[in-house]
C-alpha cells in the first residue's frame, strides 16, 4: 500500500521568509496529490493540488512541486505570514475511490 | 468555510457504548468520505459513499459502519467503543468527476474513557 512520510515534523520561520515543506511518497502509481492545511480545532483546508502529468503548479503565494522520480512533493509558502501558522499535511491517491493516504504533518511556526 | 458541517462537535462515551457520527455534505457533492485522525497524525481513510453505498474502506473492523442519505448527509456508527477509537472524526465530501478534491468539515472530537 502507499505509506506517505514528511522529512521535518516541526518547521519555524521568520515572517516574510519563504517556506518549503518536503513530503515523500512510496508507491509510484500514486497520480493525485494534495496539501491541506489544519488549524487547531478545525478540519483540513485545502490548499493546492497537482496531477501526476505535471511537475509545478502555482496558487496565490503557494507553489506545489511533483518530482515523479524520486516520489517527492514539495510546498513552497512565499512571504509567509503569522496566519500561515498550522500544520501542513500532504496526501496522495492512486485509485478510483479517491481514498487519500495522509502523512503525519509539519507544524509551520511563523514567528513575528 | 467548506459547507461541510458534523454534528456533534464533541463527544465523551464510555468503553463498549455505541455512537453515532453525523455530517451534512457541501451542496452538489454525492461523495461522501469519513476519516479518523488520532492525536498528532494523520487523518486516515475509512470508507467512502457514493449513491448510498460504501465504495471503499480503509482498515477499519466492521463495527465501524456508515449510512448515506438521498440528501447526502451521512452518518458514521462505531460499536463497541474501545479505547483506541478516541480521535477526531472527519467527513468530507467531494463531486465525483471533479477529481480527488476533498472539502473536510470541522470534524467530532471523540473521547472514550
Known amino acids: 500500500g502507499e505509506s506517505v512520510g514528511l522529512h521535518l515534523p516541526t518547521l519555524s520561520v521568520q515572517e516574510g521568509d519563504n517556506s518549503i515543506i518536503n513530503c515523500a511518497y512510496s508507491n509510484s502509481a500514486s497520480d493525485y496529490f494534495i496539501w491541506y492545511k489544519q488549524e487547531s480545532g478545525k478540519g483540513p483546508q485545502f490548499i493546492i493540488d497537482i496531477r501526476s502529468n505535471m511537475d509545478k503548479r502555482q496558487g496565490q503565494r503557494v507553489t506545489v512541486l511533483l518530482n515523479k522520480t524520486v516520489k517527492h512533493l514539495s510546498l513552497q509558502i512565499a512571504a509567509t505570514q503569522p496566519g500561515d501558522s498550522a500544520v501542513y499535511f500532504c496526501?496522495?491517491?492512486?485509485?478510483?475511490?479517491?481514498?487519500?493516504?495522509f502523512g503525519k504533518g509539519t507544524l509551520l511556526t511563523v514567528n513575528p | 468555510e467548506t459547507g461541510v458541517t458534523q454534528s456533534p462537535t464533541h463527544l465523551i462515551k464510555t468503553r463498549g457504548q455505541q455512537v453515532t457520527l453525523r455530517c451534512s455534505s457541501q451542496?452538489?457533492?454525492?461523495?461522501v468520505s469519513w476519516y479518523q485522525q488520532a492525536l498528532g497524525q494523520g487523518p486516515q481513510f475509512i470508507f467512502q459513499y457514493y449513491r448510498e453505498e460504501e465504495n471503499g474502506r480503509g482498515n477499519f473492523p466492521p463495527r465501524f459502519s456508515g449510512l448515506q442519505f438521498p440528501n447526502y448527509s451521512s452518518e458514521l456508527n462505531v460499536n463497541a467503543l474501545e479505547l483506541d477509537d478516541s480521535a477526531l472524526y472527519l467527513c468530507?465530501?467531494?463531486?465525483?468527476?471533479?477529481?480527488?478534491?476533498?472539502?473536510f468539515g470541522s470534524g467530532t472530537q471523540l473521547s472514550v474513557l
Open positions: 468530507a465530501s467531494s463531486l465525483v468527476g471533479a477529481g480527488e478534491k476533498l472539502f
Open positions: 451542496s452538489g457533492h454525492n461523495t
Open positions: 496526501a496522495v491517491s492512486g485509485g478510483s475511490n479517491y481514498k487519500l493516504t
